[in-house]
């Protein structure tokens, strides 16, 4: 397992829900503006954490928590996190995952399982420029398969956005809104980039409020609900 980290209690991570968060080490994107660069960059410089451990510490929260926000880095890379997350089903509790959707039949799995109640998948920018995120192999047809498959589940669904400039502005929510219409809840984020991976991306600042706002507008056109977060 790459457990890296594991925290206490958030309600903003599982909307409606008090949840622990567990970070995964590793990831098949190095966005520029990652907000979790170690994690990424060097997750061998974090111990791994033993699920074992984690899952005795979440029996004891129980009374406390609803969920596990189950996080990274990208989760899905790693082999045993279904065992890991029938632990967590197995002690009553919900989970959310988050995921940047690169790898549909992993997501797919989990969900047919029963393993993952609410869903939250990163658009980071138009897929034809996924590959600009990564200098190894990235298919971003990946992305568009997991699009596709989550048109309808049986799970709670959200599509998330950094509105980071340079790789979000009105084209591209117009480009992703036509992607995911009809969506149930598409959440914007405030860029802060004070937090980003490389330089190139902390030096890029990030947009007003009222730019953002513009985005939100324009995204209602496409999706059931929108909102905006980090402002």
Avoid at 51 to 73: H, M, N, Q, W, Y
Avoid at 130 to 136: D, F, N, V
Avoid at 173 to 185: D, M
Wanted: negative net charge; charged residues 20%; contains cysteine.
């Amino acid at each position: 397992m790459a457990i890296k980290g594991f925290q206490g209690t958030s309600l903003l991570d599982f909307p409606g829900r008090i949840a622990s968060l567990v970070f995964w080490g590793r990831c098949n994107l190095t966005c520029p503006f990652c907000h979790n660069p170690p994690l990424v960059l060097d997750p061998g410089a974090y111990p791994d954490i033993d699920a074992t451990e984690i899952l005795s510490d979440l029996a004891r929260r129980k009374p406390f928590i609803d969920g596990v926000v189950v996080s990274g880095g990208e989760p899905t890379l790693d082999s045993g996190l279904p065992v890991f997350l029938k632990g967590v089903k197995a002690l009553g509790l919900d989970v959310k995952l988050d995921t940047n959707g690169l790898a549909p039949q992993v997501t797919a799995g989990l969900i047919e399982q029963g393993l993952v109640d609410y869903l939250a998948i990163d658009l980071k920018t138009t897929p034809e420029r996924y590959r600009e995120l990564h200098p190894g192999t990235v298919f971003p047809e990946h992305l568009l398969e997991t699009v596709r498959a989550c048109a309808d589940v049986p799970v709670e669904l959200e599509y998330r956005t950094t509105c980071v400039p340079g790789w979000v502005d009105e084209d591209v929510i117009a480009r992703l809104g036509e992607l995911i219409e009809g969506a149930p809840l598409w959440a914007l984020q405030q860029y802060q980039p004070e937090h980003a991976m490389f330089e190139t991306a902390r030096e890029l600042g990030c947009y007003p409020l009222e730019r953002i706002q513009g985005f939100a507008d324009l995204a209602g056109r496409f999706v059931q609900r929108v909102v905006v977060r980090g402002v």
